[in-house]
């Protein structure tokens, strides 16, 4: 018999939270030092970006749905993992480059949370927290490219308070799919 998607999902609720809590890390770093240099803030994206790739990843594989990977989430996964090394192989790359790079990252990322917000609806109620998640990243992504020229402080803290909120609502996903751990496929309340 093939494990609920919920079921599973909930098992693996702690790569959610770790994932949640890299980007709050990376944006309270972000914040707390902004006068670091844009290649260092390159390096910590890039180490969030990994992080969150690698969980992604590893989560979509072992959620499986009819048998199948969860294919949003190893999408997740690939492009945060090729975010993170590109960025780790090109520390210098220019400050409209990175801005663009986040950018696009946050909103393909967006667009595949609220995608995967979908397919779970059918299994879990009150599916929000992972629409709202995506719509965050989708928004942030599209101010980004609108404005790439900004000041690099702002930036930061806009990227450093997007961050923290994106974390935080991953942090609480993470808790209501702990709650499914068991497998039970009741709609969480």
Request: hydrophobic share 65%.
């Amino acid at each position: 018999m093939v494990a609920s998607l919920l079921g599973t999902m909930g098992r693996l609720w702690w790569l959610v939270l770790l994932r949640g809590i890299a980007a709050i890390l990376f944006g309270v770093l972000a914040i707390a030092w902004p006068g670091v240099t844009l290649i260092t803030l390159a390096l910590f994206w890039g180490a969030y970006a990994l992080i969150d790739g690698v969980a992604a990843l590893w989560q979509g594989w072992q959620a499986k749905d009819s048998g199948k990977p969860m294919w949003q989430n190893i999408l997740i996964g690939l492009l945060g993992v090729a975010a993170g090394l590109f960025t780790f192989m090109s520390p210098g790359i220019t400050a409209i480059a990175l801005l663009t790079l986040i950018a696009v990252w946050a909103i393909i990322s967006g667009v595949l949370q609220i995608a995967a917000a979908i397919r779970l609806r059918k299994e879990i109620a009150n599916e929000w927290l992972l629409i709202l998640s995506g719509g965050l990243a989708v928004v942030f992504g599209a101010l980004m490219i609108a404005s790439p020229g900004a000041g690099a402080l702002a930036v930061l803290w806009v990227i450093g308070a997007f961050a923290i909120a994106y974390g935080v609502l991953l942090v609480g996903l993470a808790f209501r799919l702990k709650k499914h751990a068991g497998g039970s496929a009741a709609a969480a309340a």
